[in-house]
């Protein structure tokens, strides 16, 4: 396995990686990687010649100094993990290389990127769209692989690919999740045993929500309090947001139809945590669906 800390070299291996005629699949992480990343690189090497993870935390999507400078940074298990999983290459590079000074070029995605995470954390999928428009132009892969679990991010990646006419395929892949459901997360390491017991609450409320919606329920506003109000009252946690809104548009939606986007972001003591569901709704049906 190659591993790769400057723009340069990143950039040689994949003109030769091409020039030999293999496909390259990337997927783009920020490290401290768990059975969900690695699900990624598992259906990338379904898909190509070369399986490529990038490990960097950005600090551009971060807007709190406290939360970009306690991200966990375990370099060597991710590598080890990579390598057991069969990565050709690792994309690792210092800030210094993605952001020299005097770096001054953003991209956004506007309206997509306004309400839910957006809303409560400014600025950060500007920083997303960035760096990962920045892998894609280092790198040119064919594929490129996200995780529903960051369903906003998928979308809005999406439309950015779509907008700028970046020649690649994305592909989302569904959330690995804990056997109780917990979603996987970096992030979970922040919580104590209580806040980790009480952490279930985000996919039981989800669940709850897409029950009611296959029993019959068409009422947005009513789910939407159904989500709100069972995270309300959880010991210890706050509710960031609770939303149903159309997985094409992300705006709220007072009946349901079309492709469903059940979403919540929860603070629970350190951590800020979300999860999501999809439902493909007609009057007469509901069931889950990926993006
Ligand atoms: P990170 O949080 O490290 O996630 C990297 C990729 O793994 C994302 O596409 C994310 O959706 C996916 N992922 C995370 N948890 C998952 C789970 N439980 N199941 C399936 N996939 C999961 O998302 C980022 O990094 C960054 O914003 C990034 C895209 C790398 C840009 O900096």
Same mark, same amino acid.
């Given at each position: ?7 340069? $070299? ?16 990337? &997927? ?21 010649? +070369? ?9 551009? @999507? ?18 080890? +993990? #990579?390598?057991?999983? =069969? &990565? ?18 953003? &991209? $956004? ?13 400014? =600025?950060?999928?500007?920083?997303? #769209? ?16 996200? =995780? ?24 989302? #892949? ?19 045993? $209580? ?55 992300? @705006? ?13 972001? &929860? ?20 069931? $889950?669906?990926?993006?």
């Amino acid at each position: 396995m190659r591993v790769l800390e400057t723009v340069r $070299e990143l950039h040689a291996l994949a003109d030769a990686e091409r020039a030999a005629g293999r496909r390259i699949a990337l &997927v783009p992480t920020m490290g401290a990687l768990h059975a969900g990343h690695l699900a990624l690189c598992e259906l990338a090497r379904g898909r190509a010649d +070369r399986v490529w993870v990038s490990i960097f935390v950005n600090p551009a @999507q971060f807007d709190d100094a406290d939360d970009l400078a306690r991200y966990p940074r375990p370099l060597a298990s991710d590598l080890a +993990r #990579c390598r057991a999983a =069969g &990565v050709d290459a690792v994309f690792a590079p210092p800030v210094s290389e993605i952001y020299p000074p005097g770096s001054q070029t953003f &991209v $956004e995605v506007t309206e997509l990127a306004r309400d839910l995470c957006g809303a409560s954390r400014p =600025g950060h999928f500007r920083g997303v #769209c960035t760096v990962v428009l920045k892998l894609f132009t280092i790198v040119g892969p064919d594929l490129a692989y996200f =995780g529903q679990k960051d369903a906003q991010q998928a979308i809005i990646l999406r439309k950015m690919v779509d907008d700028l006419n970046v020649p690649v395929e994305l592909r989302v #892949c569904p959330t690995i999740r804990e056997s109780d459901g917990l979603a996987l997360s970096s992030r979970n390491q922040y919580l104590n045993a $209580e806040e980790r017991r009480r952490a279930i609450v985000l996919i039981e409320s989800l669940r709850a929500a897409r029950d009611r919606i296959v029993a019959g329920e068409r009422d947005g506003t009513v789910i939407r309090e159904m989500l709100a109000e069972r995270i309300r009252k959880t010991p210890g946690a706050a509710l960031d947001y609770a939303a149903v809104v159309s997985a094409e548009t992300l @705006q709220p939606l007072e009946r349901l139809e079309g492709k469903v986007l059940l979403a919540v972001a &929860v603070r629970l003591g350190p951590a800020r945590l979300i999860d999501n569901l999809l439902l493909q709704v007609s009057d007469a049906s509901a069931e $889950e669906t990926s993006l």
